[in-house]
């Protein structure tokens, strides 16, 4: 009843920078949390950034200074600005939602269908 719909992937060059957005929609949800994860060929697929419903934000040491995770809850929207990408941020980029129904149920954790981001000259 929930879908994540990812956009803004891409090819950019090394030292470049990327936007991307995750909607959520369906049926009526509360977010827990939303965050970005990203998997590499032959790696596991490993947090980028989380915010939760209070505004905690949670970062990969491998990004910090680099990515911002921010978020328009009017919208059901989490964006991941990407500065300064490097090479090693090539990845499918996945939205992961963790979510409760209105009456506080547990609907679990989502995930989008992905958006490749390639960083190379």
């Known amino acids: 009843q929930v879908q994540l719909v990812e956009s803004g992937g891409g090819l950019v060059q090394p030292g470049g920078s990327l936007r991307l957005s995750c909607v959520a929609s369906g049926s009526r949800f509360s977010i827990i949390a939303m965050g970005w994860y990203r998997q590499a060929p032959e790696n596991k697929r490993e947090l980028v950034a989380r915010i939760t419903s209070g505004g905690t934000i949670n970062y990969a040491d491998s990004v910090k200074g680099r990515f911002t995770i921010s978020r328009d809850v009017a919208k059901n929207t989490v964006y991941l600005q990407m500065n300064s990408l490097k090479p090693e941020d090539t990845a499918v980029y996945y939205c992961?939602?963790?979510?409760?129904?209105?009456?506080?149920?547990?609907?679990?954790?989502?995930w989008g269908q992905g958006t490749q981001v390639t960083v190379s000259s």
């Open positions: 992961n939602a963790d979510l409760l129904s209105i009456l506080l149920a547990p609907l679990g954790s989502y």
